[in-house]
């Protein structure tokens, strides 16, 4: 974890990619524990508590997870020394993934957090094999995106994607007790 409210990390550089050498997404994984506005010291965030910020072209990440453990539990898979336990049973922001910018490829990417999971406000993105967990407003944004053979989970009654633009192509939609795409209220979109 960082220390203050500055971002976990921040890529700015265009045409980067992070590879996890290992073919299961949870073996590779990068964390923070930041929370908007949770917990007194250095792990309290002012902004929306950011674990990763990618602000670039062409980004690809592939086979690992990324995580903000503010609000949940991680179990890391074959060694419970390195679990994670979440910081506070309050439900805030919590950002796990905030990408902007143009060309992005998440390939057998896992992003977990609660609140405000991922802030996917790409150009472009192609998604395949990746799995999304969170509660309100968990995936935000974006002008076009395609997901394909992925995995979208929410443990609240009824979770809020929040997403547009969106192409699910063999996409497994799980909820306890319902899922809303979008809460905004206003004119219904024609599919044609």
Known sequence: ????????????????????????????????????????GPLGATNNGFSMVVKANGFTAMNLTILNFCNVD????GNPAK??????DVITQAVALQSQGDKHVYSHVAVVSRLDSWFLATTRAYLTHVY???????????EVSVWEDSEIRTYWPKGILFTRGAVFVRTVFKALQGMEFYKVI???????
């Open 1 to 40: 974890p960082g220390k203050g409210p500055v971002t976990g990390l921040t890529i700015t550089k265009d045409y980067i990619t992070l590879v996890g050498l290992t073919d299961d997404r949870r073996n590779v994984v990068l964390a923070d524990n930041r929370g908007n506005q949770q917990g007194a």
């Open 74 to 77: 991680y179990d890391y898979p």
């Open 83 to 88: 679990s994670l336990k979440k910081r506070s």
């Open 132 to 142: 999304v967990e969170g509660t309100e407003d968990f995936i935000g944004g974006g």
């Open 186 to 192: 206003g004119e219904p979109v024609e599919l044609q």
